[in-house]
């Protein structure tokens, strides 16, 4: 185990690449907002928390899921700007905080190397 291979590391390292998969999809389904038959996607969260705490087995089962309960239009797209929207803005904020809270740990690691000279 080296000293960057922390569990708050590898807990924060699996929330940026999550949430940049998230940001992925949304600008994916921003995309395809006039191709008819297109269904929105998201990540799974609950299945990617599972899979972080170990509750849940790696398994090859994409977290990719299709977003129910969306209103449909008459060409079967479901995407809805408003939506992706707000979950872009809000997966920015997300992200920005994953690399905040990476950045103080590393901070934290620093302070304690240069503590041990």
Do not use: C, W
Not at 1 to 28: E, H, P, W
């Amino acid at each position: 185990m080296s000293l960057i291979d922390t569990a708050q590391i590898n807990a924060l390292t699996r929330f940026l690449d999550t949430t940049a998969q998230r940001q992925s999809l949304v600008t994916t389904n921003l995309a395809n907002i006039d191709t008819p038959g297109y269904r929105t996607k998201d990540v799974d969260f609950r299945s990617v928390l599972n899979r972080a705490s170990g509750m849940m087995q790696t398994s090859s089962q994409s977290p990719v899921r299709e977003v129910e309960g969306l209103m449909e239009r008459p060409d079967g797209n479901n995407v809805s700007v408003e939506r992706e929207s707000l979950l872009l803005a809000q997966t920015q904020l997300q992200f920005r905080t994953g690399v905040e809270l990476l950045r103080s740990e590393f901070h934290r690691l620093q302070m304690a190397i240069n503590e041990g000279k």
